[in-house]
């Protein structure tokens, strides 16, 4: 009987991870996230060299913001439109859909932290936006992404304190929040798959690998 009941167990808790793979989604890239990662620290390193990085700071971050958000959500399109004809469903892009509403206020925030001439508020509060971004998405990816999530709202929190001391003159704090962040959501997508256990496979595909 003892038996019966442990297999009966753990034929529930085979059914129950099949219908969370089922329902985890697949699309977005980890290479996508890590190159945000690095966008990021080359923004760092650009600004780093200005005589006034403060001055064109909310420019450039808006600019490798659009360029990520074009490079992630491209990979996006391409998995989509490399899924098979039975794959390509509408309703599979639902997660990617439930995050557009903190990209909107994301955007609204900007804008109105700048209209009201407090632009050193901007950093913190897109940290503490991705960070609630990835928490909500823990549920249709990898676990860890919960944690990435926690990471965003940590450092978001520890300098939204700090920001009148920090402010946009001093790049760093953004370029090494989202290096490290994005490089570790990247990997934690990447190395999902089943087909991927190796380095090597960060860095190119191999023979019989997962897709991207």
């Known amino acids: 009987m003892i038996s019966h009941v442990h297999q009966a167990l753990e034929q529930v808790r085979t059914i129950h991870l099949h219908i969370l793979e089922k329902q985890r989604f697949k699309g977005y890239s980890g290479r996508a996230r890590a190159a945000s990662g690095c966008l990021a620290l080359a923004a760092g390193f ?92 823990r549920h249709v990816l990898p676990k860890g992404i919960g944690w990435v999530g926690a990471y965003y709202l940590v450092a978001g929190s520890v300098l939204m304190l700090g920001a009148p001391r920090i402010g946009l003159a001093n790049p760093w704090p953004m370029a090494l929040v989202f290096l490290v962040g994005e490089w570790l959501g990247g990997l934690i997508l990447h190395f999902d798959g089943a087909g991927r256990r190796h380095w090597i496979s960060f860095w190119g595909a191999n023979q019989g690998e997962e897709k991207p």
Do not use: H
Not at 52 to 62: C, F, I, K, S, T
Not at 95 to 106: N, T
């Open 46 to 137: 650009w600004l780093s060299e200005r005589k006034d990085p403060g001055r064109v700071a909310v420019p450039v971050w808006l600019t490798v913001a659009l360029v990520c958000v074009a490079v992630n959500y491209g990979a996006v399109v391409l998995w989509f439109l490399g899924e098979s004809a039975d794959g390509r469903q509408a309703s599979r892009l639902k997660p990617v859909i439930e995050v557009l509403p903190a990209l909107f206020a994301g955007s609204v925030l900007t804008f109105g932290l700048w209209q009201a001439g407090v632009p050193d508020l901007l950093p913190p509060t897109w940290m503490l936006l991705f960070g609630v971004a990835n928490v909500s998405s």
